[in-house]
């Protein structure tokens, strides 16, 4: 019987492995268990210890971080930075300390260098510094693939990671200061034509942005715990042609929720990093067979769970 931890259990990925787990992919010989924020402080070594013996996991799945979009990112790097790094090391020496088979964490697409070529790949974590932006978040991020490298060379433990684009999906986090750019949009396009006021969209629209769906990365995630031997990350990432502008997003959000009204784009507000394609030809020699959700149709599903649970949705 395998006992799988997932920390971060209650957030936008974490309730989408609870979907998945409990319908399409449930298996009799695995015992889920999914803890947020309120469950445990993973910051705190002590908490963190008294989590893992009362779970006894053997694989944990690692979602746990302090996350946020472009602006609050900007305002907090220091606090991005030395939250993550508590929180990682805290989970990854208790892993070691409760002879845990399997960590996977959950990196992002941000911790690769700013100044690069594209497509990026897996070999590419640390040949740069990462955007400015939101240096904190990255080099933490990053130093997982560190303490995994570390683990393996003097323990031969089995912890890996894999590197998601940009996420969406029923259960995200909608705040319109902290949230990441779909959700704030989706928030943003529902309050718009709730009031008969126009869409502000922050920046300039041009931004290219790889989207892969909640439910696709769920399942994904599902299948490297289950099956992916390597400590070397992997990219889960939908292909390098389904790549789309903030712009067409915006168009996609507003066709969703069916607002008639103006979009601003509002060109003094920051734009980020202008594109970082990633490559997802690991995943797919990995996974040949696997189906990504078309983005329209992801993005009618997510405007359709905040429409109908807007009074209990984060934001």
């Not at 590419?124 to 995994?148: E, Q, T």
């Not at 490559?279 to 983005?295: G, H, M, R, V």
Request: glycine share 6%; net charge negative.
């Amino acid at each position: 019987m395998k006992t799988i931890l997932v920390t971060g259990g209650t957030g936008l990925v974490g309730s989408a492995i609870k979907q998945v787990v409990e319908t399409s992919e449930k298996r009799e010989d695995e015992q889920w268990v999914f803890i947020g924020s309120k469950d445990c402080d993973l910051e705190n070594i002590e908490e963190t210890r008294k989590l893992f013996d009362t779970v006894k996991p053997t694989h944990v799945i690692h979602l746990a971080a302090m996350v946020g979009g472009l602006f609050h990112n900007l305002a907090h790097n220091l606090k991005f930075f030395r939250k993550n790094m508590a929180i990682n090391d805290n989970v990854l020496a208790l892993c070691h300390e409760f002879d845990v088979v399997k960590c996977v964490s959950c990196l992002s697409t941000c911790i690769f260098p700013d100044k690069t070529t594209y497509p990026i790949d897996e070999k590419m974590v640390h040949l740069g510094p990462p955007h400015d932006s939101n240096f904190g978040y990255s080099y933490a991020k990053r130093m997982i693939d560190v303490l995994n490298k570390g683990y393996a060379q003097e323990h031969g433990r089995k912890y890996t990671s894999v590197i998601p684009c940009n996420v969406f999906g029923p259960h995200d986090n909608y705040n319109l200061q902290s949230g990441h750019v779909l959700p704030a949009l989706i928030h943003k396009a529902y309050v718009a034509k709730r009031d008969d006021t126009s869409l502000e969209v922050f920046g300039s629209g041009k931004p290219l942005r790889q989207f892969i769906y909640s439910l696709d990365l769920a399942r994904l995630f599902i299948r490297v715990v289950r099956e992916y031997e390597d400590v070397e990350p992997i990219i889960l990432s939908v292909g390098e042609s389904d790549e789309v502008s903030i712009r067409d997003a915006v168009s996609a959000v507003v066709k969703a929720i069916d607002f008639t009204g103006n979009v601003e784009y509002d060109t003094s507000k920051a734009d980020g990093q202008f594109k970082k394609t990633a490559s997802n030809e690991k995943l797919l020699k990995l996974f040949p067979d696997f189906k990504f959700t078309p983005f329209d149709q992801a993005i009618q599903e997510s405007v359709q769970w905040f429409v109908e649970n807007y009074d209990s949705a984060r934001k």
